[in-house]
């Protein structure tokens, strides 16, 4: 018996007593519940599973969409493109209407320190690419009392004269033309001469004042504006300032240079002269004198 009471007192033997007890109660357990067991397990490692995918789902249908059909797809695109049509016509129409509003106030105050003049508002509608001397079309005719002859501004100044009326439509020759023969003065000198333009100084947007006595004090920097001699166009309109000055050999004078105060290359709503104090004076007292001196012979 002591053999047995040394083995029972082995510290050993105690642990591996112990296993063996322990691993035979796990398996009595197993056998008996061992379904439960198996479920309870498989629960309690695939319900955190099944609640972080569920979780993944839930966020995903609040953050895409539904899925649409073609047929849907098409018809939001359809409808996108028309709104941003609608919104780039809105668009236009506010800064043309808002353009339009700047002009109308530019041309109240323009009437209001030219009262005597009469004027008709139009727009550049085309331009002739061919045209060397940048004349245009303006939206303005004959149905709105537009003449060959009218004087064409803006509320910077002088810009040509119109040669050509239709209904609907007139053309307009720019100050840029040697076409145009306009009477100006510098207003510094008092010195006058003819407003004609040539190729050479067109392509850089000048124009020339020709004629001018040889005798003169314009300068660089002097304003140059028409004179109304004729009786074709307002007197005192502002033309230009004076570039340079110079000497023409071909008409024996002095001549000058002259930067327009309109971009006539890039100008977009002008005003049609229909009527200002002294129109055609000169030209009625020219008639009159001539059917004087036919009743006289």
Known sequence: MRWISGILKNTTFRILLGFILISAGSALYVSVYHENLFSYVICK???????????????????????????????????????????????ADYYELKRKNIQYEKYLEFKKKRPEVSFIEASVIGRDPSELFYEFTINKGKEAGVCEGNSVITENGFVGCVYKVEMGVAKVRTILSPDIKLSASD???????????????????????????????????????????????????????????????????????????????KVRDILVVVGFEGKGEIAKSVIEKKTEDEVKS
């Open 187 to 265: 207003i510094s000198s008092g010195d006058t001469g003819i407003i004609s333009g040539n190729i050479k100084l067109c392509d850089e947007g000048l124009t020339g004042l020709t004629m001018i006595p040889i005798q003169n004090s314009i300068k660089e920097g002097d304003m140059v504006t028409t004179t109304g001699l004729s009786g074709m166009y307002p007197k005192n309109l502002l033309v230009g300032r004076i570039k340079s000055v110079g000497y023409d050999d071909d008409n024996s004078s002095s001549c000058a240079v002259v930067e327009p105060f309109e971009n006539i290359r």
């Open 45 to 91: 490692t695939v319900l955190p599973v099944q609640n972080f995918f569920s979780e993944i789902y839930r966020s995903a249908n609040d953050i895409v969409p539904q899925i649409k059909t073609s047929q849907e797809m098409e018809k939001e695109i359809s409808d996108l493109k028309s709104e941003v049509r609608s919104l780039r016509e809105i668009t």
